[in-house]
């Protein structure tokens, strides 16, 4: 099939703004975006910057704005995207080269949740035992892969770039609500804070964009409920 | 820009994260990877972690010992994969401790499942022992250690792409790496470096391997006069999505899967008795290169199917979620309902850079040390996988040896001070990119690549023989020319990541002439190794390493006995 791919360009060291390129190419309908920017990359503009790794969906590495919506290049086929297809970068994040952006400030705000398991008694000789029901309850957010599509469709993100956004928060919950951790308290501090989860709107846009499916808003929500009943 | 560390990991997968966590508490460490850590390629392990725990029934590590060296058909050495099947229960549960969520079973303890070659009473059936989190095992794992790097503020330099490795006075001085983001040449100072920049599967056209597969780490070990072991031995899973080679897990099999076809007859039957479609990789992978040149490929065309439609939806569902992901979404198919197209996918480099059981790395077959450097993982070769892995090993190698390297490397640092740095010590890197950027040939990267995987899928993957390689050896050789007249188009120096890619090519190019090389030499067939010319093992000449060098005149070799300790070659049968 002839698809025609419109993508955003910038390169800071050869102009200061950016501008659309337009490459028609020749593809299956099989083939993931990831191929056909690979394609664009390997045989027509050797410049054309993005990250890329896995490409079947985990590493997190190519989260994009894809006609309109987030989701990770190597996720969605050309067959579900039209003949013409416009591609550019995750919006709310400084954009350093083409689809490249800057993923600093979206780290600093998972390490700001704690994410990690905090436990205060001693450790047994073997396995914490869990049960499947306990361990159930988180299961959702154990997916979170950091690509960041979920935090950068979010509008309050958009207007509060402090917010600390649906992906962290989507990685305090897996803690939160994990049975063996014992720092429910100290994240729910965090979260409760003025740039916390009371900045969600309840808009359902990360719950579009996350490319693993989890119910962010769901997760938030739990949290919303965790400060409101557990509350200190 | 020059930085000075105790010590520096290069690679931030399983194995760079568990040495950077072991490492951080006892000096000044840096992780140094090309891309942000929980971009790495562990996160897409999928079936699990092997560890005799004997949660659902008897199990022994001394039975995943005995299953590890017939997998590798007896060419692992077996004081290293002692020590990776006893210390795999300890990691297992440190992974627990720190918040890994393991799948559960119903009195709440580690769930496990079978896989591939694992098996009770050394032989007599499969046996549960890959713990697993669903069908997202390498992914919680890469979580895990992530987030206890967080927790414990290990120092990274993310996006940071390896050049060189600085040695001096016979000993390792540091590495020199190129920071994507703004194109400068920065040199790690180091009394110790730890090697895990992981495997080299993007040498095959169809690969489960991440674009960044590269063999970063074993290239530049290569071009510093370092031997790579084994590098002949290369797996082919047997269950990659047809033509895109997207790793379906073992664990589907594991679960019940069964693969069959155009008859739709279970064939593996003729092959593997007693294991059936849970045999070792090498052995399901030839079985079904045979079945395909007998005609029996599904349409007569170069797959088979991996049918799951007698599985449960909660098996579907809870057990093997991404894996029934993957095939809605690239294959447009209900694995509920249709049999699943697949076929065998380049997956795992046995071989790598020769290291002792303290991840030491050796540059000898009389095991010399080279004083302050060290590897762990894919790109590392103990050798604990032999001439095969077995599913859900490499997870554990990553982390016991991992660990075990860091352990070492923190001692080393403590008692020694910096080999000296070498005089101007981004040269040779300098000169490498400034090459690359003053290219104004005509040969695009990508047509080398293509060519390069095409080739060597043709001729070195399941089935090699002297013809096969001797016109794959030409062939690299005719890359080679091309490759000297490669063009770059971006001559910017903020995220050149064309430039990184000509970079990498130049490392595969590099594997793959030891790869074919090591296969030419090695003359019979063991494990992943099948010369079609010498289809039999030949322990009385064959029962050891290959180490390959680099030279002006070519590939050289030594060779390196085998460690044989509890259990004596036998045949391999299943």
Same mark, same amino acid.
């Given at each position: 099939?002839?698809?025609?791919?419109?993508?955003?360009?910038?390169?800071?060291?050869?102009?200061?703004?950016?501008?659309?390129?337009?490459?028609?190419?020749?593809?299956?309908?099989?083939?993931?975006?990831?191929?056909?920017?690979?394609?664009?990359?390997?045989?027509?503009?050797?410049?054309?910057?993005?990250?890329?790794?896995?490409?079947?969906?985990?590493?997190?590495?190519?989260?994009?704005?894809?006609?309109?919506?987030?989701?990770?290049?190597?996720?969605?086929?050309?067959?579900?995207?039209?003949?013409?297809?416009?591609?550019?970068?995750?919006?709310?994040?400084?954009?350093?080269?083409?689809?490249?952006?800057?993923?600093?400030?979206?780290?600093?705000?998972?390490?700001?949740?704690?994410?990690?398991?905090?436990?205060?008694?001693?450790?047994?000789?073997?396995?914490?035992?869990?049960?499947?029901?306990?361990?159930?309850?988180?299961?959702?957010?154990?997916?979170?892969?950091?690509?960041?599509?979920?935090?950068?469709?979010?509008?309050?993100?958009?207007?509060?770039?402090?917010?600390? =956004?649906? *992906?962290?928060? %989507?990685?305090?919950? #897996?803690? $939160? &609500?994990?049975?063996?951790?014992?720092?429910?308290? @100290?994240?729910?501090?965090?979260? =409760?804070? *003025?740039?916390? %989860?009371?900045?969600? #709107?309840? $808009? &359902?846009?990360?719950?579009?964009?996350?490319?693993? @499916?989890?119910?962010?808003?769901?997760?938030?929500?739990?949290?919303?409920?965790?400060?409101?009943?557990?509350?200190? | 820009?020059?930085?000075?560390?105790?010590?520096?990991?290069?690679?931030?997968?399983?194995?760079?994260?568990?040495?950077?966590?072991?490492?951080?508490?006892?000096?000044?460490?840096?992780?140094?990877?090309?891309?942000?850590?929980?971009?790495?390629?562990?996160?897409?392990?999928?079936?699990?972690?092997?560890?005799?725990?004997?949660?659902?029934?008897?199990?022994?590590?001394?039975?995943?010992?005995?299953?590890?060296?017939?997998?590798?058909?007896?060419?692992?050495?077996?004081?290293?994969?002692?020590?990776?099947?006893?210390?795999?229960?300890?990691?297992?549960?440190?992974?627990?401790?720190?918040?890994?969520?393991?799948?559960?079973?119903?009195?709440?303890?580690?769930?496990?499942?079978?896989?591939?070659?694992?098996?009770?009473?050394?032989?007599?059936?499969?046996?549960?022992?890959?713990?697993?989190?669903?069908?997202?095992?390498?992914?919680?794992?890469?979580?895990?250690?992530?987030?206890?790097?967080?927790?414990?503020?290990?120092?990274?330099?993310?996006?940071?792409?390896?050049?060189?490795?600085?040695?001096?006075?016979?000993?390792?001085?540091?590495?020199?790496?190129?920071?994507?983001?703004?194109?400068?040449?920065?040199?790690?100072?180091?009394?110790?470096?730890?090697?895990?920049?992981?495997?080299?599967?993007?040498?095959?056209?169809?690969?489960?391997?991440?674009?960044?597969?590269?063999?970063?780490?074993?290239?530049?070990?290569?071009?510093?006069?370092?031997?790579?072991?084994?590098?002949?031995?290369?797996?082919?899973?047997?269950?990659?999505?047809?033509?895109?080679?997207?790793?379906?897990?073992?664990?589907?099999?594991?679960?019940?899967?069964?693969?069959?076809?155009?008859?739709?007859?279970?064939?593996?039957?003729?092959?593997?008795?007693?294991?059936?479609?849970?045999?070792?990789?090498?052995?399901?992978?030839?079985?079904?290169?045979?079945?395909?040149?007998?005609?029996?490929?599904?349409?007569?065309?170069?797959?088979?199917?991996?049918?799951?439609?007698?599985?449960?939806?909660?098996?579907?569902?809870?057990?093997?979620?991404?894996?029934?992901?993957?095939?809605?979404?690239?294959?447009?198919?209900?694995?509920?309902?249709?049999?699943?197209?697949?076929?065998?996918?380049?997956?795992?480099?046995?071989?790598?850079?020769?290291?002792?059981?303290?991840?030491?790395?050796?540059?000898?077959?009389?095991?010399?040390?080279?004083?302050?450097?060290?590897?762990?993982?894919?790109?590392?070769?103990?050798?604990?996988?032999?001439?095969?892995?077995?599913?859900?090993?490499?997870?554990?190698?990553?982390?016991?040896?991992?660990?075990?390297?860091?352990?070492?490397?923190?001692?080393?640092?403590?008692?020694?001070?910096?080999?000296?740095?070498?005089?101007?010590?981004?040269?040779?890197?300098?000169?490498?990119?400034?090459?690359?950027?003053?290219?104004?040939?005509?040969?695009?990267?990508?047509?080398?690549?293509?060519?390069?995987?095409?080739?060597?899928?043709?001729?070195?993957?399941?089935?090699?023989?002297?013809?096969?390689?001797?016109?794959?050896?030409?062939?690299?050789?005719?890359?080679?020319?091309?490759?000297?007249?490669?063009?770059?188009?971006?001559?910017?120096?903020?995220?050149?990541?064309?430039?990184?890619?000509?970079?990498?090519?130049?490392?595969?190019?590099?594997?793959?002439?030891?790869?074919?090389?090591?296969?030419?030499?090695?003359?019979?067939?063991?494990?992943?190794?099948?010369?079609?010319?010498?289809?039999?093992?030949?322990?009385?000449?064959?029962?050891?390493?290959?180490?390959?060098?680099?030279?002006?005149?070519?590939?050289?070799?030594?060779?390196?006995?085998?460690?044989?300790?509890?259990?004596?070659?036998?045949?391999?049968?299943?």
């Amino acid at each position: 099939m002839k698809v025609t791919l419109k993508i955003r360009r910038f390169n800071p060291e050869k102009s200061p703004q950016p501008w659309w390129g337009e490459y028609p190419i020749e593809a299956e309908p099989t083939d993931r975006l990831l191929d056909a920017l690979n394609y664009v990359k390997w045989h027509i503009d050797g410049t054309l910057t993005y990250r890329r790794s896995c490409a079947h969906g985990i590493c997190g590495s190519d989260a994009m704005l894809i006609n309109g919506a987030n989701t990770l290049a190597c996720k969605v086929l050309l067959q579900n995207l039209g003949s013409k297809i416009t591609v550019e970068p995750m919006r709310g994040f400084r954009v350093i080269k083409d689809l490249l952006v800057d993923m600093d400030a979206f780290f600093e705000k998972f390490r700001k949740v704690k994410p990690y398991l905090i436990t205060h008694t001693p450790e047994p000789e073997k396995e914490r035992l869990q049960t499947i029901e306990d361990r159930e309850t988180f299961e959702d957010t154990t997916k979170c892969i950091l690509c960041g599509a979920c935090t950068t469709s979010c509008p309050s993100f958009w207007a509060n770039e402090d917010y600390v =956004g649906p *992906a962290a928060i %989507v990685n305090a919950h #897996r803690f $939160i &609500f994990d049975s063996r951790d014992e720092g429910g308290d @100290e994240r729910l501090e965090i979260l =409760g804070a *003025a740039d916390g %989860v009371w900045r969600c #709107r309840t $808009i &359902f846009n990360c719950v579009e964009a996350c490319p693993r @499916e989890i119910n962010i808003t769901r997760a938030i929500g739990e949290v919303k409920k965790a400060l409101l009943f557990r509350r200190f | 820009m020059v930085h000075k560390y105790d010590a520096v990991v290069v690679g931030a997968g399983g194995a760079g994260l568990m040495a950077g966590l072991n490492l951080s508490a006892h000096g000044r460490v840096a992780v140094i990877s090309k891309l942000y850590p929980t971009r790495s390629h562990t996160g897409t392990a999928q079936g699990g972690i092997g560890a005799a725990l004997g949660n659902h029934e008897e199990d022994h590590w001394e039975w995943h010992m005995f299953d590890t060296i017939k997998g590798g058909d007896y060419l692992a050495d077996q004081d290293a994969v002692e020590i990776l099947c006893r210390e795999a229960i300890e990691t297992v549960y440190e992974l627990e401790h720190w918040g890994l969520p393991f799948s559960r079973t119903e009195d709440g303890r580690i769930a496990q499942r079978p896989f591939g070659g694992h098996t009770k009473e050394f032989g007599k059936g499969p046996v549960r022992r890959s713990c697993y989190a669903a069908d997202r095992t390498g992914h919680m794992i890469l979580q895990t250690l992530y987030q206890q790097c967080t927790k414990n503020q290990v120092h990274f330099f993310n996006e940071y792409h390896l050049l060189d490795l600085l040695v001096s006075e016979g000993r390792c001085a540091g590495v020199v790496a190129y920071c994507i983001a703004t194109g400068e040449l920065h040199v790690f100072h180091a009394k110790a470096v730890l090697d895990a920049t992981g495997g080299c599967g993007r040498m095959f056209r169809v690969t489960s391997n991440a674009h960044s597969l590269t063999g970063d780490g074993m290239a530049v070990a290569l071009r510093a006069g370092l031997p790579l072991e084994d590098m002949e031995f290369f797996q082919f899973h047997p269950t990659g999505i047809y033509k895109m080679g997207i790793l379906l897990s073992e664990a589907a099999r594991g679960e019940g899967g069964i693969l069959r076809n155009r008859t739709g007859e279970r064939f593996m039957e003729r092959y593997a008795p007693t294991l059936l479609d849970l045999a070792p990789r090498d052995m399901v992978s030839r079985a079904m290169y045979r079945e395909i040149r007998d005609g029996k490929g599904i349409d007569g065309k170069n797959y088979l199917h991996l049918d799951l439609t007698h599985l449960s939806a909660e098996v579907h569902d809870k057990k093997l979620p991404d894996v029934t992901d993957f095939v809605r979404t690239y294959l447009g198919i209900e694995p509920k309902k249709e049999p699943v197209p697949v076929q065998p996918t380049a997956h795992y480099a046995m071989g790598g850079i020769p290291t002792d059981t303290d991840g030491r790395v050796i540059i000898d077959e009389q095991n010399t040390p080279l004083h302050g450097f060290y590897a762990a993982g894919e790109s590392a070769c103990v050798s604990v996988h032999g001439a095969n892995r077995l599913g859900t090993n490499s997870l554990v190698d990553i982390l016991v040896y991992g660990r075990r390297g860091a352990r070492h490397a923190a001692t080393y640092m403590k008692e020694n001070d910096w080999a000296p740095s070498p005089a101007n010590p981004e040269d040779r890197a300098k000169a490498l990119i400034a090459c690359l950027m003053a290219g104004s040939g005509k040969e695009r990267a990508a047509q080398i690549r293509d060519a390069l995987q095409d080739e060597m899928m043709e001729k070195a993957s399941v089935f090699r023989d002297a013809k096969s390689l001797t016109a794959m050896k030409e062939k690299l050789v005719e890359l080679r020319e091309r490759f000297a007249q490669v063009k770059i188009e971006d001559r910017g120096s903020k995220y050149n990541t064309e430039v990184l890619e000509v970079v990498e090519l130049e490392n595969l190019l590099d594997l793959a002439e030891a790869l074919v090389e090591s296969a030419l030499g090695r003359e019979e067939s063991r494990g992943a190794h099948s010369r079609e010319d010498f289809p039999k093992r030949d322990d009385i000449n064959w029962l050891k390493h290959t180490l390959a060098y680099k030279t002006p005149q070519g590939i050289a070799f030594k060779f390196k006995p085998v460690t044989i300790t509890k259990f004596q070659p036998k045949e391999r049968k299943y």
